[in-house]
């Protein structure tokens, strides 16, 4: 079955960097678009970014835009976001998913249907 493991969270102070993890197993990893979501306590589930299977497009939220990078490597089965500039307001659960379909890119939490456990970032003031 298919298996999405994040890893990296943390508690960092504002204008910190993490790097988060995301290694997933049970699926042909190069063949999906890789998506990050977080869901802050009180708040929906919101879309961060996603990276296309081949890693030829990125795609991001405004809130990070410019602060946040995806990439992947295929060849360790394994997506990671850079968070750099973080502010309070990043502070949420962060989850790693990957669609349903193969060499589909989507944004909709919807439209995933594999999710990780999640991985806590706090950031403080």
């Known amino acids: 079955q298919v298996q999405l493991v994040e890893s990296g969270g943390g508690l960092v102070q504002a204008g910190g960097s993490l790097r988060l993890s995301c290694a997933a197993s049970g699926l042909t990893f190069s063949s999906y678009t890789m998506g990050w979501f977080r869901q802050a306590p009180g708040k929906e589930r919101e879309f961060v970014g996603a990276?296309?299977?081949?890693?030829?497009?990125?795609y991001y939220a405004d809130s990070v835009k410019g602060r946040f990078t995806i990439s992947r490597d295929n060849a360790k089965n394994t997506v990671y976001l850079q968070m750099n500039s973080l502010k309070p307001e990043d502070t949420a659960v962060y989850y790693c998913?990957?669609?349903?379909?193969?060499?589909?890119?989507?944004?909709?939490?919807?439209?995933?249907?594999?999710w990780g456990q999640g991985t806590q970032v706090t950031v403080s003031s």
């Open positions: 998913a990957a669609p349903g379909s193969v060499h589909t890119f989507v944004t909709g939490a919807t439209l995933y249907d594999y």
């Open positions: 990276i296309t299977w081949s890693a030829s497009s990125t």
